[in-house]
Protein backbone atom coordinates (compact mmCIF):
# COMPACT_ATOMS: atom_id res chain seq x y z
CA UNK A 1 0.00 0.00 0.00
CA UNK A 2 1.49 3.47 -0.89
CA UNK A 3 1.74 5.77 1.97
CA UNK A 4 -0.16 9.06 2.17
CA UNK A 5 1.81 11.55 0.83
CA UNK A 6 1.47 15.09 3.11
CA UNK A 7 1.68 18.56 1.48
CA UNK A 8 2.20 21.12 4.30
CA UNK A 9 1.11 24.18 2.65
CA UNK A 10 2.86 26.48 4.97
CA UNK A 11 4.04 29.01 6.04
CA UNK A 12 6.93 26.35 6.94
CA UNK A 13 9.29 27.87 9.35
CA UNK A 14 12.25 26.01 9.03
CA UNK A 15 13.76 28.95 11.42
CA UNK A 16 13.16 31.99 13.42
CA UNK A 17 13.68 33.76 9.95
CA UNK A 18 14.07 31.22 7.51
CA UNK A 19 10.05 30.69 5.87
CA UNK A 20 9.59 28.66 3.03
CA UNK A 21 5.67 28.60 1.33
CA UNK A 22 5.58 25.31 1.41
CA UNK A 23 6.87 21.16 1.73
CA UNK A 24 6.02 17.89 1.36
CA UNK A 25 6.43 14.65 3.36
CA UNK A 26 7.26 11.56 0.82
CA UNK A 27 8.27 8.64 2.22
CA UNK A 28 8.03 10.13 5.99
CA UNK A 29 10.94 12.26 4.91
CA UNK A 30 11.19 16.13 4.93
CA UNK A 31 11.06 17.51 1.11
CA UNK A 32 11.10 20.83 -0.60
CA UNK A 33 10.49 19.48 -4.16
CA UNK A 34 6.98 18.96 -5.49
CA UNK A 35 6.95 15.07 -5.87
CA UNK A 36 6.47 14.47 -9.51
CA UNK A 37 3.89 11.48 -9.10
CA UNK A 38 2.96 10.80 -5.63
CA UNK A 39 1.24 7.60 -6.28
CA UNK A 40 -1.24 7.96 -3.61
CA UNK A 41 -3.50 9.95 -1.65
CA UNK A 42 -2.03 13.18 -0.80
CA UNK A 43 -3.41 14.78 2.40
CA UNK A 44 -3.10 18.73 2.67
CA UNK A 45 -1.94 19.89 6.00
CA UNK A 46 -2.41 24.13 6.03
CA UNK A 47 -1.20 26.18 9.05
CA UNK A 48 2.04 27.41 10.62
CA UNK A 49 4.72 24.32 10.70
CA UNK A 50 7.63 24.47 12.91
CA UNK A 51 10.04 21.22 13.98
CA UNK A 52 8.42 18.87 16.11
CA UNK A 53 9.04 20.76 19.99
CA UNK A 54 11.92 19.72 22.24
CA UNK A 55 11.61 18.96 25.91
CA UNK A 56 15.27 19.15 27.43
CA UNK A 57 14.06 18.28 30.94
CA UNK A 58 11.50 15.12 31.06
CA UNK A 59 11.32 11.94 32.62
CA UNK A 60 9.78 9.14 31.05
CA UNK A 61 9.50 6.25 33.05
CA UNK A 62 9.74 7.87 36.58
CA UNK A 63 7.06 9.21 39.00
CA UNK A 64 7.25 10.59 42.62
CA UNK A 65 8.71 6.75 44.24
CA UNK A 66 10.80 5.88 41.60
CA UNK A 67 10.76 3.80 38.06
CA UNK A 68 7.11 2.85 37.03
CA UNK A 69 6.40 -0.02 34.38
CA UNK A 70 5.97 0.23 30.56
CA UNK A 71 2.15 1.35 30.14
CA UNK A 72 2.57 4.09 32.66
CA UNK A 73 5.67 5.31 30.54
CA UNK A 74 3.56 4.61 27.48
CA UNK A 75 1.41 7.27 28.90
CA UNK A 76 3.58 9.44 29.30
CA UNK A 77 5.35 9.46 26.41
CA UNK A 78 2.36 9.78 24.45
CA UNK A 79 0.75 13.31 26.72
CA UNK A 80 4.15 14.88 25.59
CA UNK A 81 3.65 13.81 21.82
CA UNK A 82 0.39 15.15 22.27
CA UNK A 83 1.34 18.51 23.45
CA UNK A 84 3.93 18.65 20.20
CA UNK A 85 7.29 17.38 21.95
CA UNK A 86 8.90 15.35 19.37
CA UNK A 87 12.23 15.09 21.13
CA UNK A 88 12.98 14.52 24.34
CA UNK A 89 15.59 14.74 26.38
CA UNK A 90 15.24 12.32 29.47
CA UNK A 91 17.33 13.94 32.28
CA UNK A 92 17.61 10.81 34.78
CA UNK A 93 15.25 8.11 35.10
CA UNK A 94 15.69 4.56 36.73
CA UNK A 95 13.29 2.70 34.57
CA UNK A 96 14.78 0.88 31.15
CA UNK A 97 12.96 2.89 28.19
CA UNK A 98 14.64 1.90 25.45
CA UNK A 99 11.76 0.11 23.89
CA UNK A 100 10.75 3.32 22.92
CA UNK A 101 13.07 3.45 20.20
CA UNK A 102 11.08 0.58 18.95
CA UNK A 103 7.64 2.73 18.97
CA UNK A 104 7.23 4.56 15.67
CA UNK A 105 4.26 6.40 17.64
CA UNK A 106 6.06 7.42 20.16
CA UNK A 107 8.96 10.22 20.81
CA UNK A 108 11.98 10.62 20.16
CA UNK A 109 14.10 9.98 23.29
CA UNK A 110 17.69 11.06 24.19
CA UNK A 111 18.49 9.65 27.20
CA UNK A 112 21.09 10.84 30.41
CA UNK A 113 21.28 7.36 31.99
CA UNK A 114 19.78 7.11 35.20
CA UNK A 115 20.75 10.21 38.33
CA UNK A 116 23.89 9.47 40.28
CA UNK A 117 23.77 11.80 43.45
CA UNK A 118 25.23 11.48 46.87
CA UNK A 119 24.17 8.84 49.61
CA UNK A 120 20.69 9.80 51.26
CA UNK A 121 21.02 13.41 49.50
CA UNK A 122 18.28 13.33 46.75
CA UNK A 123 14.90 11.63 46.14
CA UNK A 124 14.50 7.93 47.02
CA UNK A 125 14.59 5.35 44.36
CA UNK A 126 15.60 8.09 41.90
CA UNK A 127 19.28 7.99 41.94
CA UNK A 128 22.76 5.68 41.83
CA UNK A 129 23.62 6.94 45.28
CA UNK A 130 27.07 6.73 45.75
CA UNK A 131 30.06 8.37 47.89
CA UNK A 132 32.67 10.50 46.28
CA UNK A 133 35.41 7.90 45.59
CA UNK A 134 32.82 6.63 43.73
CA UNK A 135 31.78 9.11 41.35
CA UNK A 136 34.20 8.75 38.58
CA UNK A 137 33.18 5.27 38.09
CA UNK A 138 29.74 5.61 38.11
CA UNK A 139 30.06 8.48 35.48
CA UNK A 140 31.77 6.41 33.22
CA UNK A 141 28.94 3.51 33.57
CA UNK A 142 26.03 5.90 33.18
CA UNK A 143 27.73 8.17 30.23
CA UNK A 144 27.88 4.37 28.33
CA UNK A 145 24.60 3.51 29.15
CA UNK A 146 22.39 6.96 28.10
CA UNK A 147 22.65 8.46 24.57
CA UNK A 148 25.17 11.07 25.17
CA UNK A 149 24.36 12.87 28.67
CA UNK A 150 25.27 12.09 32.23
CA UNK A 151 22.85 13.47 35.09
CA UNK A 152 24.70 14.31 38.36
CA UNK A 153 22.62 15.78 41.50
CA UNK A 154 25.06 18.78 42.34
CA UNK A 155 22.83 20.07 45.22
CA UNK A 156 20.42 18.69 47.62
CA UNK A 157 19.43 19.67 51.41
CA UNK A 158 21.96 18.24 54.05
CA UNK A 159 20.25 17.61 57.39
CA UNK A 160 22.96 18.28 59.24
CA UNK A 161 23.54 21.80 58.04
CA UNK A 162 19.53 22.63 57.69
CA UNK A 163 20.11 23.93 54.24
CA UNK A 164 21.11 23.53 50.80
CA UNK A 165 24.76 22.43 50.02
CA UNK A 166 26.70 20.90 47.25
CA UNK A 167 26.49 17.44 47.13
CA UNK A 168 30.68 16.53 45.62
CA UNK A 169 34.19 18.00 46.42
CA UNK A 170 35.24 20.63 43.46
CA UNK A 171 38.34 18.22 43.20
CA UNK A 172 36.09 15.03 42.78
CA UNK A 173 33.57 17.05 40.31
CA UNK A 174 36.68 17.99 38.09
CA UNK A 175 37.70 14.49 37.08
CA UNK A 176 34.35 13.37 37.11
CA UNK A 177 32.77 15.76 34.47
CA UNK A 178 36.71 14.77 32.69
CA UNK A 179 35.51 11.53 32.78
CA UNK A 180 32.40 11.81 31.15
CA UNK A 181 34.24 14.23 28.32
CA UNK A 182 36.30 11.27 27.95
CA UNK A 183 33.49 8.77 27.44
CA UNK A 184 31.64 11.26 24.98
CA UNK A 185 29.49 12.60 26.91
CA UNK A 186 28.26 16.17 28.54
CA UNK A 187 27.39 16.62 31.91
CA UNK A 188 24.25 18.16 33.49
CA UNK A 189 23.26 18.63 36.92
CA UNK A 190 20.26 19.36 38.92
CA UNK A 191 21.60 22.66 40.87
CA UNK A 192 19.00 24.36 43.36
CA UNK A 193 21.48 26.86 45.55
CA UNK A 194 24.10 29.34 44.70
CA UNK A 195 27.51 27.33 46.03
CA UNK A 196 27.28 24.28 43.41
CA UNK A 197 26.96 26.26 40.41
CA UNK A 198 30.93 27.97 41.17
CA UNK A 199 31.56 24.48 41.54
CA UNK A 200 30.53 23.37 38.39
CA UNK A 201 31.30 26.33 36.48
CA UNK A 202 34.97 25.65 37.72
CA UNK A 203 35.24 21.47 36.69
CA UNK A 204 33.65 22.40 33.83
CA UNK A 205 30.41 21.29 33.17
CA UNK A 206 27.98 21.65 30.16
CA UNK A 207 24.72 21.86 31.59
CA UNK A 208 23.07 23.12 34.45
CA UNK A 209 19.03 22.15 35.37
CA UNK A 210 16.81 24.83 37.09
CA UNK A 211 20.11 27.23 37.71
CA UNK A 212 18.07 29.36 40.56
CA UNK A 213 20.98 29.95 42.16
CA UNK A 214 22.85 31.98 39.82
CA UNK A 215 24.22 35.61 40.29
CA UNK A 216 26.38 38.06 39.19
CA UNK A 217 29.56 36.35 39.58
CA UNK A 218 28.33 32.63 38.34
CA UNK A 219 25.77 34.35 35.68
CA UNK A 220 29.53 35.51 33.89
CA UNK A 221 31.01 32.47 34.56
CA UNK A 222 28.34 30.81 32.81
CA UNK A 223 28.55 33.04 30.00
CA UNK A 224 31.64 33.08 29.36
CA UNK A 225 31.98 28.71 29.06
CA UNK A 226 28.88 28.48 27.06
CA UNK A 227 27.02 26.53 30.06
CA UNK A 228 23.15 26.18 29.08
CA UNK A 229 20.31 26.64 31.45
CA UNK A 230 17.35 24.61 31.23
CA UNK A 231 15.58 26.76 34.00
CA UNK A 232 12.23 24.24 34.60
CA UNK A 233 10.35 27.25 35.55
CA UNK A 234 7.01 25.17 36.01
CA UNK A 235 8.58 22.66 38.45
CA UNK A 236 10.20 26.32 40.40
CA UNK A 237 6.94 27.06 40.58
CA UNK A 238 6.43 24.69 43.22
CA UNK A 239 9.58 25.10 45.74
CA UNK A 240 7.10 26.86 48.26
CA UNK A 241 4.76 23.78 48.25
CA UNK A 242 8.33 22.00 48.65
CA UNK A 243 9.89 24.29 51.67
CA UNK A 244 6.51 24.49 53.55
CA UNK A 245 7.42 21.03 55.42
CA UNK A 246 10.61 22.16 56.13
CA UNK A 247 9.58 25.77 57.57
CA UNK A 248 10.41 24.97 61.58
CA UNK A 249 13.21 21.96 61.75
CA UNK A 250 15.34 23.91 58.70
CA UNK A 251 13.92 27.40 58.72
CA UNK A 252 17.42 28.21 56.86
CA UNK A 253 16.45 25.80 53.88
CA UNK A 254 13.02 27.03 53.97
CA UNK A 255 13.78 30.68 53.83
CA UNK A 256 16.52 30.07 50.64
CA UNK A 257 13.82 27.90 48.87
CA UNK A 258 11.17 30.84 49.33
CA UNK A 259 13.85 33.47 48.32
CA UNK A 260 14.74 30.94 45.16
CA UNK A 261 11.54 30.92 43.86
CA UNK A 262 10.70 34.60 44.72
CA UNK A 263 13.48 35.77 42.51
CA UNK A 264 13.22 33.31 39.42
CA UNK A 265 12.32 35.45 36.97
CA UNK A 266 14.52 38.02 37.95
CA UNK A 267 17.35 35.40 37.65
CA UNK A 268 16.41 33.34 34.67
CA UNK A 269 16.29 37.00 32.81
CA UNK A 270 19.54 38.09 34.22
CA UNK A 271 20.95 34.77 33.07
CA UNK A 272 19.53 35.51 29.62
CA UNK A 273 20.16 39.16 29.14
CA UNK A 274 23.86 37.89 29.28
CA UNK A 275 23.86 35.66 26.62
CA UNK A 276 23.28 32.09 28.49
CA UNK A 277 22.10 30.06 26.27
CA UNK A 278 18.54 28.21 27.65
CA UNK A 279 16.03 25.92 26.23
CA UNK A 280 12.75 24.64 27.37
CA UNK A 281 12.90 21.62 29.90
CA UNK A 282 9.86 20.66 31.67
CA UNK A 283 10.71 17.96 34.49
CA UNK A 284 7.72 16.44 34.15
CA UNK A 285 8.01 12.93 35.24
CA UNK A 286 8.48 13.42 38.81
CA UNK A 287 5.48 15.14 40.15
CA UNK A 288 4.49 17.10 37.48
CA UNK A 289 2.39 15.56 35.03
CA UNK A 290 3.64 15.26 31.56
CA UNK A 291 2.49 17.24 28.13
CA UNK A 292 3.89 20.97 29.82
CA UNK A 293 5.92 22.28 27.20
CA UNK A 294 3.62 25.09 26.06
CA UNK A 295 3.56 26.56 29.69
CA UNK A 296 7.44 26.16 29.82
CA UNK A 297 7.67 28.23 26.84
CA UNK A 298 4.90 30.70 28.10
CA UNK A 299 6.85 31.04 31.90
CA UNK A 300 10.63 32.06 29.94
CA UNK A 301 8.53 34.76 28.86
CA UNK A 302 7.75 36.00 32.16
CA UNK A 303 11.30 35.86 32.58
CA UNK A 304 11.78 37.94 29.99
CA UNK A 305 12.53 36.13 26.31
CA UNK A 306 10.77 37.28 23.53
CA UNK A 307 7.88 35.37 22.51
CA UNK A 308 10.56 34.59 19.34
CA UNK A 309 13.07 33.41 21.85
CA UNK A 310 11.25 31.08 23.81
CA UNK A 311 10.27 29.16 20.54
CA UNK A 312 13.53 29.05 19.60
CA UNK A 313 14.41 27.51 23.05
CA UNK A 314 11.83 25.12 22.59
CA UNK A 315 12.21 24.68 19.07
CA UNK A 316 15.48 24.84 16.44
CA UNK A 317 17.96 26.01 18.70
CA UNK A 318 17.12 23.22 21.75
CA UNK A 319 17.33 21.13 18.42
CA UNK A 320 20.71 22.00 17.31
CA UNK A 321 22.15 22.14 20.65
CA UNK A 322 21.08 18.42 21.20
CA UNK A 323 22.32 17.88 17.73
CA UNK A 324 19.08 16.85 15.59
CA UNK A 325 17.61 17.94 12.76
CA UNK A 326 14.64 20.47 12.33
CA UNK A 327 12.93 20.61 8.93
CA UNK A 328 15.53 19.54 6.65
CA UNK A 329 15.60 18.21 3.32
CA UNK A 330 15.66 14.14 3.40
CA UNK A 331 14.94 14.59 7.40
CA UNK A 332 12.57 12.49 9.43
CA UNK A 333 9.13 14.50 9.04
CA UNK A 334 8.89 15.12 12.84
CA UNK A 335 7.00 18.49 12.94
CA UNK A 336 3.56 20.29 14.47
CA UNK A 337 1.39 22.68 12.67
CA UNK A 338 -0.59 25.64 14.00
CA UNK A 339 -3.46 27.55 13.28
CA UNK A 340 -1.20 30.99 14.06
CA UNK A 341 2.08 32.00 14.43
CA UNK A 342 3.91 31.38 17.37
CA UNK A 343 6.67 33.64 17.01
CA UNK A 344 4.45 36.38 17.27
CA UNK A 345 2.07 34.62 20.07
CA UNK A 346 3.25 31.96 22.19
CA UNK A 347 0.29 30.68 23.52
CA UNK A 348 -0.76 28.91 20.52
CA UNK A 349 1.89 26.18 20.99
CA UNK A 350 -0.54 25.05 23.66
CA UNK A 351 -3.06 23.36 21.17
CA UNK A 352 -1.23 21.84 17.90
CA UNK A 353 -3.90 20.84 14.81
CA UNK A 354 -1.47 18.22 13.72
CA UNK A 355 1.23 16.57 15.53
CA UNK A 356 3.18 14.34 12.49
CA UNK A 357 5.92 12.08 13.23
CA UNK A 358 7.76 10.27 11.45
CA UNK A 359 6.24 11.39 8.40
CA UNK A 360 2.01 10.32 9.97
CA UNK A 361 -0.26 12.47 11.18
CA UNK A 362 -0.73 10.96 14.29
CA UNK A 363 -2.82 13.42 16.47
Not at 100 to 115: M, S
Not at 131 to 152: F, M, S, T
Request: glycine share 10%.
Amino acid sequence: MTATVLHLTGPVLVGPDDVRAEAWVVGGRLTFEPPTAPGGAVETLAGFVLPGLVDAHCHVGLDAHGAVDDRTSEAQALADRDAGTLLIRDAGSPADTRWIDDRPDLPKVIRAGRHIARTRRYIRNYAWEVEPDELVDHVRIEAKAGDGWVKLVGDWIDRDAGDLTPCWPVDVLTDAIAAAHEEGARVTAHCFGEASLYDFAAAGTDCIEHATGLEPETIAQFAAQGIAIVPTLVNIATFPAIAEPAREKFPDYHRRMIDLHHRRYATIGAAHDAGIPIYVGTDAGGSLRHGLVAEEAIELTRAGLTESEALYAACWGAREWLGRPGLEEGADADLVVYPADPRLEIRVLDAPQHVVLRGRDIA
